[in-house]
């Protein structure tokens, strides 16, 4: 009788362990369930991008909106000023950020680039002081030209383009608590262009990703849409031109539904990359304030430099040691206190 006890007693201990086991294993499922996706980070999840009709179409076509917000971004754009700003909902936020001439050209976004920044420019839902300040309220800012601007004519335009685009990467270099991204233009079609234009195009998207440009600036980054849009740099006669498949059934450099649902997601991908990677204290050590050129030393060709660009609207805004606008004499005091170093 004992002995039957104790057995009917194992018995039991065995299935009430057993019980315990599996709810066990099934809670620890159960929490594997529920981990959830990696969101996007607080301090960068504001994203702007500021565009015209390709960009439009990136988009639409390619639920560029929607895969953004569900990673936990906001997403706002900004088309034509007739267009205005979309909000994260997608929906029209009823007024613009007067983009100078509606210009987003090369000369155009360099326009905006080096306007003032008003402190006190309002926040949504007014409009902002200029162009530059309601950017600058969103802390992911990615922008474009469209593609007639990869119609480059000669190497003097080519060269017009990177000066431009050095003008925009010494504004940047102000906002360090801000990530931005330089699109490439997108190539042309075939009938649109021709061998050398195209190549110049291709030139401008390397350089645009290359390390002369984006190296020393961490927040800076470029998204080579004219990579992802263009046929290979062969010596095929539409080499560097809007590839045959993304192209419309007629002559249009705007690139179809299937270029735009194929880089949608890429798009998403590097903005999300973008602001998950950039860390604002990986910048390199500060470099002397009055070392206009970078080459680590202030002497004449600084002065030089300096005196280029006296004035209001310097083109070099290093120039503006003080960034009040203006290089004048208190500038040039800055310049010359690190004389010889």
């Not at 990615?142 to 000066?163: G, R, V």
């Amino acid at each position: 009788m004992k002995r039957k006890f104790i057995f009917i007693s194992l018995i039991i201990c065995f299935f009430a362990s057993y019980f315990l086991y599996c709810k066990n294993v099934s809670n620890e499922f159960g929490k594997v369930k529920e981990v959830k996706a990696q969101t996007a980070p607080v301090d960068y999840n504001d994203v702007i991008f500021l565009h015209h009709s390709t960009g439009q179409g990136l988009i639409d076509g390619g639920n560029v909106r929607k895969l953004l917000t569900d990673l936990g971004y906001q997403f706002w754009d900004h088309g034509y000023n007739s267009q205005g700003l979309t909000l994260p909902n997608g929906t029209s936020a009823g007024y613009n950020y007067n983009i100078p001439n509606d210009n987003t050209d090369p000369i155009g976004l360099v326009t905006t680039f080096e306007l003032p920044f008003d402190a006190s420019s309002p926040a949504h839902p007014s409009q902002p002081t200029n162009a530059l300040s309601g950017l600058l309220r969103h802390k992911v800012i990615a922008f474009k030209s469209c593609f007639p601007a990869s119609a480059i004519y000669n190497d003097a335009m080519l060269n017009q383009y990177k000066d431009y685009y050095l003008r925009i990467r010494n504004v940047t270099d102000k906002y360090r608590d801000h990530i931005f991204i330089a699109f490439s233009t997108p190539p042309l079609h075939p009938s649109s262009t021709d061998s050398q234009q195209a190549t110049r195009a291709r030139a401008f998207a390397n350089w645009l990703k290359s390390p002369e440009y984006l190296d020393g600036h961490p927040n800076l980054f470029a998204f080579d849409f004219f990579d992802l849009l263009a046929a290979p740099a062969d010596a095929t006669t539409e080499a560097n031109m809007l590839r045959a498949e993304y192209r419309p059934p007629y002559v249009d450099s705007h690139p179809n539904a299937l270029a735009n649902q194929t880089i949608g997601p890429i798009f998403v991908n590097f903005i999300d990359n973008a602001a998950k990677s950039y860390n604002p204290n990986s910048w390199p050590i500060k470099s002397l304030l009055g070392d206009l050129n970078g080459d680590n030393v202030v002497n004449k060709v600084d002065v030089d430099e300096l005196l280029n660009n006296w004035g209001y609207f310097p083109r070099n805004v290093k120039a503006d040691t003080d960034i009040n606008g203006v290089v004048n004499g208190v500038d040039f005091a800055l310049v010359i206190k690190d004389w010889g170093r």
